[in-house]
T-cell receptor, first 108, second 114 residues
Framework: AQRVTQPEKLLSVFKGAPVELKCNYSYSGSPELFWYVQYSRQRLQLLLRHISRESIKGFTADLNKGETSFHLKKPFAQEEDSAMYYC??????????FGTGTRLTIIP | DGGITQSPKYLFRKEGQNVTLSCEQNLNHDAMYWYRQDPGQGLRLIYYSQIVNDFQKGDIAEGYSVSREKKESFPLTVTSAQKNPTAFYLCASNPGGAGTDTQYFGPGTRLTVL
């Protein structure tokens, strides 16, 4: 069964400091991994997906199969990055499995 | 801001009553999903439907029921059998099949049992 672990429920970072939100997964096949974000009073939305190898709003995430990790990183945090972040994985049955989420707070 | 709509935004229910949450999408998506969002527990899948007139149980289906009579609609009924129904409920959809990449979420319904 797929499983996603986000070990930090809360994370506070000063503005301008680097950010890393941790995500580990367990899946026997070749997983697809995603980061979703929910800003205050907005809908949950896709931030980025590993298959695209993209950078969105300065965030990147690299799939590390050896460590089964997909950590989300940004070199310089901005106040507008404060939000709830969910890591998710999708297996062969096309269902998404979400982690428990990390609430990121950027301190001005 | 069309796409996926959920109604109502807030819903109050007395214990022992069934209640139905609405989810409609105009994206022509085949697949639709219901999640429950609780603090510290993330999103948990209740039911999902990959095509009209078909649906499957998710991880926490007990005490819930759904129907998928139309492509654009996927209502969720919270029955009196659901032991802890107070939560935030999110509906989502995606194109299905090869286009299943991104899920699009509705604004959510907050259900409170009094």
């Amino acid at each position: 069964a797929q499983r996603v672990t986000q070990p930090e429920k809360l994370l506070s970072v000063f503005k301008g400091a680097p950010v890393e939100l941790k995500c580990n997964y367990s899946y026997s096949g070749s997983p697809e991994l995603f980061w979703y974000v929910q800003y205050s009073r907005q809908r949950l939305q896709l931030l980025l997906r590993h298959i695209s190898r993209e950078s969105i709003k300065g965030f990147t995430a690299d799939l590390n199969k050896g460590e089964t990790s997909f950590h989300l990183k940004k070199p310089f945090a901005q106040e507008e990055d404060s939000a709830m972040y969910y890591c998710a994985t999708r297996g062969g049955n096309e269902k998404l499995t979400f982690g428990t989420g990390t609430r990121l707070t950027i301190i001005p | 801001d069309g796409g996926i709509t959920q109604s109502p935004k807030y819903l109050f229910r007395k214990e022992g009553q069934n209640v139905t949450l609405s989810c409609e999408q105009n994206l022509n998506h085949d697949a639709m999903y219901w999640y429950r969002q609780d603090p510290g527990q993330g999103l948990r899948l209740i039911y999902y439907s990959q095509i009209v007139n078909d649906f499957q149980k998710g991880d926490i289906a007990e005490g819930y029921s759904v129907s998928r009579e139309k492509k654009e609609s996927f209502p969720l009924t919270v029955t009196s059998a659901q032991k802890n129904p107070t939560a935030f409920y999110l509906c989502a959809s995606n194109p299905g099949g090869a286009g299943t990449d991104t899920q699009y979420f509705g604004p959510g319904t907050r259900l409170t049992v009094l």
